[in-house]
């Protein structure tokens, strides 16, 4: 009787690795069209019986982890609200049934909570990576399923990301003011170190230096302010009570530090846009309805979460082949009432 035919056997005729036959086998990503076909190939040929995996059953889950480090940037604000719905929304629209959502807590028993996870028979995740590190990430990796990064990337990591272009939506932002004649532009920076609010930073000098003509170094026009409502407003107003220097407009971090300084600079006298114009970032819902409404930066936020999932798919069902992507989104201004050109006295 013939000896039954293994997967080992196949590789070596195919001039593979067992390794890359396996993934062939499994319908996995990670290896080329050729190859793949050629595999096939000699395992019909040599009558090795194999099972090619079926398609994700519907009650297939998908594991959205949201990320806290020290939760000063992520909360129930309108921005990640709108993350989650692009989230929840498309993985349900691709046959996905379950969304589970679950949060960890950087400053809790990390061991507890990966426990937990891995009790969660998930298909893939979304981590929402806001707030990581690179060094955070290793602990879910090992947890053995396609994991694709959202509003966050790292260099040192092979993993897809879905991300939002801060380089260049500050620099619009700045060109945008520049071209309706400010040329003293300052900044209201986050004194929370994330990479998107770092990544804005490089994005705003950039175009300050770039244009040339400003009446302001750059580095003396950043003002430091905490990244929630209260300590925006605080830090500002402590600011203003100094012997501040204020410039004809400023372009701010995000939406939450806009409006807060916006009410800070209000309280002690001064009118946006009259005396000073701003210019926020992310366009969240609540920045029509301030006075006046904040002229900002818009980010396809929905757009955002829907793109990890779609990519977190094509991963999980072998339709990619095996490259990484980074998916960055391009910020649009949306120009409503907290701008006006400067003054000419």
Known sequence: ?????????????????????????????????????????????????????????????????????????????????????????????????????????????????????????????ILLATEMRAGDVAQFERLGVPIVLLDNWFPTKSLDSVVIDNTRGAWAAVRYLTGIGHREIGYLHSNTEIRNFLERQEGYLSAMRGAGTMDVDPLHAIVSVGSTVESAYEDMSEYLDGDPYLPTAYFADNDLIASSCIRALEDHGYSVPDDISIVGFDDVSTSALINPPLTTMAVPKTNMGALAVRRLVDVIQGNTGGEVVRISVQPEIVQRKSVAPPSLD
């Open 1 to 125: 009787m013939a000896e039954r035919v293994t997967a080992r056997d196949v590789a070596k005729a195919a001039g593979v690795s067992p390794a890359t036959a396996s993934l062939v086998f499994r319908n996995k990503p990670g290896v080329g069209h050729e190859t793949r076909e050629r595999v096939l190939a000699v395992a019909n040929e040599l009558g090795f019986e194999y099972e090619t995996p079926s398609a994700p059953r519907k009650t297939s889950t998908i594991l959205l982890v949201i990320y806290k480090q020290h939760g000063r940037v992520v909360s129930d604000t309108p921005f990640f609200e709108s993350l989650i719905k692009g989230v929840s929304d498309t993985t349900y629209q691709l046959g996905y049934h379950r969304l589970s959502i679950t949060y960890f807590y950087a400053q809790q028993d990390k061991a507890e909570q990966l426990s937990s996870l891995k009790s969660i028979k998930c298909a893939g995740i």
